[in-house]
């Protein structure tokens, strides 16, 4: 694990921030006011996005039954998350969780599922 830096601003924390996620931190949302000032739009199009990511995998699972999905660049888990809403179409679909950034608290938990043979993280 790398050490979190606080003080320092990062994107996926700050899109939490726009999403009104709990995982975000004073220089996150400093940031991301300064952004906001700059593109006062931009809560608008982070909430936009997930709302169509919630959309497409709902349709996918529903329309297509697809079952199986990788996340790539998960980001900070935000309510509801991919699996809850692939999940509550099918109850049996997996969700493989992948992201680089080890301060992601996906990675933090794959980190300690490694011997676990369930797909809930990867790196």
């Known amino acids: 694990?790398?050490?979190?830096?606080?003080?320092?601003p990062h994107s996926a924390r700050m899109y939490d921030y726009y999403l009104d996620g709990k995982t975000n931190y004073p220089a996150d949302r400093e940031a991301a006011e300064q952004a906001l000032s700059a593109?006062?739009?931009?809560?608008?199009?982070?909430?936009q996005n997930r709302a169509f990511l919630h959309r497409a995998v709902r349709f996918l699972a529903e329309q297509?039954?697809?079952?199986?999905?990788?996340?790539?660049?998960?980001?900070?888990?935000t309510q509801p998350n991919l699996h809850e809403?692939?999940?509550?179409?099918?109850?049996?679909?997996?969700?493989?969780?992948?992201?680089?950034?080890?301060?992601n608290p996906w990675m933090q938990r794959a980190?300690?599922?490694?011997?676990?043979?369930?797909p809930s993280a990867a790196r």
Do not use: K, W
């Open 39 to 47: 593109f006062p739009t931009l809560r608008l199009y982070a909430q």
């Open 111 to 118: 980190a300690r599922l490694r011997h676990c043979r369930t």
């Open 1 to 8: 694990m790398t050490d979190l830096d606080l003080e320092v």
């Open 85 to 103: 809403v692939v999940q509550g179409v099918i109850s049996t679909a997996r969700v493989v969780y992948v992201d680089n950034d080890p301060s």
């Open 64 to 77: 297509a039954g697809i079952d199986q999905f990788l996340d790539i660049g998960a980001g900070i888990p």
